[in-house]
């Protein structure tokens, strides 16, 4: 409980507060007088303080009061150019969607391969592995610590062997690939090149992204195994590599995602993902690494929850913070190093296992608020997933609401069509303002991993995310089905994975092991199936 | 005044590190009132009974999201039972299929808080079962 009690005491977070200085034209303020205020008389609102689910306070009405130094060719600028709030694309979706990357893996390899072939049938454009706990703690399936954890929550893949099953008859030559894998993420990229490189794909050309952010383990996921400076050194290795050998991989993909599953704020989502991204742009250059040449390699992953605007506001903000930093902190010049390119993923943390098909409502409204942000990549959640990792009906629910929003409702006609609403630029400004306050506050701290080890983001997010569940708890956030409109209903038909799984394995390492020439002495991994985890 | 606190262990049994849900829980224990003890990550069957034994709680809460609670309830249990400890209430929060429940109260789990559940509930049971 320490972890708790040090959080209670600590200083109040940046300012979540709307704009100070506002003057209300002649207008607006006629407007209040006769119109507003014998409204609010006869009918008084709902609630007497309207806030964001952060708790950022929400006004009214937004109108050109509220954006009193605002210039729009500075601090919106045009699709494509600095500062990149209306999207790093001259022309957006209008010349290429994003790319609808659904994050799949259970159970085996061949189980996972059957998924991705499946997804890719159904009109997906790239794939993103989800590894089992074992993988992503660098266990082999037959570890002791693995015992009920194999192929549950993602493939289980302990070997080069296993590797080539999950990528049989998909051309990484075409298909880019996300890998969810963080602290042995330089062993699984390694399988992966080599299982391209059997297929023949040449590495200057194949494209992909290795997640392998490992700060935000240390902050919200906890899925590390070393500490975090040796880490950053591993970290820091892959950056090097990809610069040598795979000019168009993503090295790494800086994750906002699991700091607001973790309970963050959007501000705090946004900032300490924005300063992990600062801290290995720091520690690569350090090593002797050009900002020019390995930031374009770095891309970024968000989270997209519920409230609509201040979703499309903080990815709006992303971009301007990234920017503004690349010239002004690093004194890029190189503009693919400004651009900040982004996955989004829906809220899991904002599903329901109560009445779960009104999740396929609650992603839409995220993944729509993605879209209009500006994403490149996305991946909605199934409906389901309060419950298990999705069965195949609901996977393809998920892919059809993306492919509903791209072909059917039209927001992909224009290049950011709230630019310039009143209240969306607000927002943008104010969330990237809270931003730079946390940022400012790590870099005094010394930088982020300093931060980290004085568990500064860590006892931030667990403050928001009890203040969030107190909320929920009284009611001051209504959650559908679960603490309001409640009703009975049917379990749902859910996906099973069974032990079957862990004893296939097993046996397949087993196997495995025996044949194997040791990877010492092999010419060639790639030749020899033979690099696995733990060695025996 | 002199009533005895009552005392918790919460535990993040496996590999998975998502202790969202955890941390909420301990946080919510002792603001009712009660002493929690929370183990931290990566926690072996073998770890949280020896904890429940030296800490000499009345109640274990096992946070358990990764799919794993049908491997790691049943070694939990048996180990407290080997170890005496068969007063203890055993509480399980997290993403449980609604088919293993049945068979992880027949291995001694009390109760199974299943996503949503409000933290006042899980007091009010933990107060009404360790009265």
């Known amino acids: 409980m320490s972890e708790q009690r040090k959080g209670s005491t600590q200083t109040v977070p940046p300012s979540e507060a709307s704009s100070a200085h506002r003057e209300a034209s002649a207008k607006e303020q006629a407007w209040e007088k006769n119109t507003l205020q014998p409204t609010l008389e006869k009918n008084p609102e709902r609630q007497s303080e309207f806030t964001a689910i952060s708790g950022h306070p929400i006004r009214r009405l937004y109108t050109k009061a509220d954006l009193p130094n605002w210039d729009p060719d500075r601090d919106l600028g045009f699709p494509g150019e600095p500062p990149y709030t209306r999207g790093i694309h001259s022309t957006m979706h209008r010349s290429r969607l994003w790319t609808m990357r659904q994050f799949a893996g259970f159970g085996t390899a061949e189980d996972t391969n059957q998924r991705f072939r499946y997804l890719l049938a159904q009109g997906q454009t790239g794939l993103s592995t989800a590894f089992d706990l074992p993988t992503l703690m660098g266990y082999d399936s037959d570890h002791a610590l693995s015992e009920g954890e194999v192929g549950k929550c993602g493939v289980a893949i302990s070997s080069l062997a296993d590797m080539e099953v999950l990528f049989d008859k998909i051309p990484l030559a075409n298909v880019t690939t996300s890998m969810t894998i963080n602290s042995p993420a330089a062993v699984i990229w390694a399988m ?104 374009p390699q770095l891309s970024f992953f968000f989270n997209a929850h519920n409230d609509f605007f201040e979703e499309i506001a903080k990815y709006r903000a992303a971009r301007r913070i990234w920017h503004k930093a690349m010239v002004e902190r690093y004194k890029s010049k190189n503009p693919r190093a400004w651009a900040l390119r982004f996955h989004t993923q829906t809220a899991g943390c904002s599903l329901t296992a109560q009445q779960p098909y009104n999740n396929v409502v609650r992603t839409a409204i995220q993944a729509l608020a993605a879209v209009l942000g500006g994403t490149q ?94 909320a929920v708890d009284k009611k001051k956030k209504i959650i559908v089905g679960v603490n309001d409109f409640v009703a009975e209903e049917k379990p749902l038909d859910i996906l099973h994975i069974d032990e079957t799984v862990a004893h296939r394995q097993a046996a397949r390492l087993k196997k495995l092991r025996a044949a194997s020439t040791p990877c010492a002495r092999a010419p060639r991994a790639k030749t020899t199936s033979c690099l696995s985890f733990t060695t025996p | 005044m002199t009533e005895k606190k009552i005392r918790v262990l919460i535990a993040k049994p496996g590999l998975d590190g998502h202790d969202r849900g955890a941390k909420i829980i301990a946080r919510a224990l002792r603001d009712a009132g009660m002493e929690v003890v929370y183990t931290g990550l990566r926690q072996t069957p073998e770890m949280i009974a020896s904890a429940a034994v030296q800490e000499d709680v009345d109640v274990i809460g096992l946070s358990i999201l990764s799919g794993a609670h049908n491997t790691i309830c049943p070694q939990l249990m048996k180990l407290l039972h080997e170890k005496g400890m068969n007063d203890v209430t055993v509480l399980v929060g997290g993403i449980i299929p609604e088919a293993d429940i049945p068979a992880l109260k027949q291995s001694g789990i009390a109760e199974i808080f299943l996503p949503g559940t409000s933290t006042q509930d899980i007091v009010d049971f933990i107060h009404k079962r360790v009265a």
Do not use: C
């Not at chain 1, 991989?249 to 300490?272: D, K, M, P, W």
């Not at chain 1, 990237?432 to 400012?440: K, N, Q």
């Open chain 1, 192 to 295: 992966y090149l080599a299982v391209a490189e059997k297929q023949g794909a040449d590495w200057k050309k194949i494209s992909g992204t290795l997640q392998n952010d490992i700060l935000k383990e240390y902050i919200a996921q906890k899925e590390y195994i070393y500490p975090p400076e040796p880490s950053m050194r591993l970290v820091i290795d892959t950056f090097e590599f990809g610069v040598k050998n795979t000019p168009k991989f993503n090295t790494i993909s800086i994750s906002g995602y699991h700091i607001r599953e973790a309970g963050s704020t959007a501000i705090q989502e946004l900032a300490f993902t924005l300063r992990d991204g600062l801290e290995y742009v720091e520690w690569g250059m350090r090593r002797g690494l050009d900002v020019d040449q390995f930031v």
């Open chain 1, 377 to 470: 990549s996305l991946h909605t959640n199934s409906l389901d997933e309060a419950w298990a990792l999705p069965t195949e009906f609901a996977a393809t629910i998920a892919l059809r609401t993306q492919q509903i929003i791209a072909h059917e409702t039209g927001v992909t006609n224009t290049v950011d069509p709230l630019g310039g609403s009143y209240f969306v630029e607000t927002l943008t400004k104010e969330v990237e303002r809270g931003a730079w306050e946390y940022i400012d506050r790590i870099d005094a701290m010394g930088g982020m991993v300093t931060a980290i080890e004085r568990s500064y983001p860590q006892r931030e997010i667990a403050e928001a995310s009890y203040r969030y569940q107190v």
